[in-house]
């Protein structure tokens, strides 16, 4: 009778969440290179594209955030990156919604709050990317 030994997977999360979870930050951090390059500049351009940055931020921080919690429900114990993400999605979500004002109105809590979710979102890359919790002793 022939044995073959498995594997463990050699991945932090699946590769569709890590796809989902890479564009993540980069939107988030765009969005408040935006909101700063209309801070000093008064061109309302860039809070339009500040604005648009950050609907697809949190499109992918939404999916990401549900591939989070499957996978929690599934057995993943990676609660840093769970907290982190959720933390990003709430506070790019009242960005959001500070975007939606009329133009100086956003300034300069837009580029806070952006900075906020900004970090977050990048706690929550490093952690959700991070292969420190493959793997060990079960």
């Not at 939107?27 to 309302?44: E, K, P, T, V």
């Not at 996978?71 to 114990?77: D, L, P």
């Not at 979500?93 to 500070?98: G, S």
């Not at 809590?109 to 952006?114: D, E, K, N």
């Amino acid at each position: 009778m022939n044995s073959t030994a498995m594997p463990a997977r050699s991945w932090a999360i699946h590769p569709f969440h890590a796809a989902v979870l890479g564009g993540v930050w980069p939107l988030f951090f765009g969005a408040l290179l935006s909101d700063y390059a209309y801070w000093s500049s008064h061109q309302i351009q860039w809070a339009n594209f500040a604005a648009w940055l950050l609907i697809g931020a949190m499109v992918l921080t939404t999916i990401a955030l549900l591939c989070a919690i499957v996978g929690f429900v599934r057995g993943s114990r990676n609660v840093i990156y769970i907290i982190a993400l959720g933390a990003a999605w709430i506070v790019g979500f009242f960005d959001a919604l500070h975007h939606a004002r009329d133009a100086w109105a956003i300034m300069p809590a837009a580029l806070v709050f952006s900075a906020i979710a900004t970090a977050f979102a990048l706690v929550a890359t490093w952690s959700g990317l991070s292969n420190l919790h493959v793997g060990g002793a079960r």
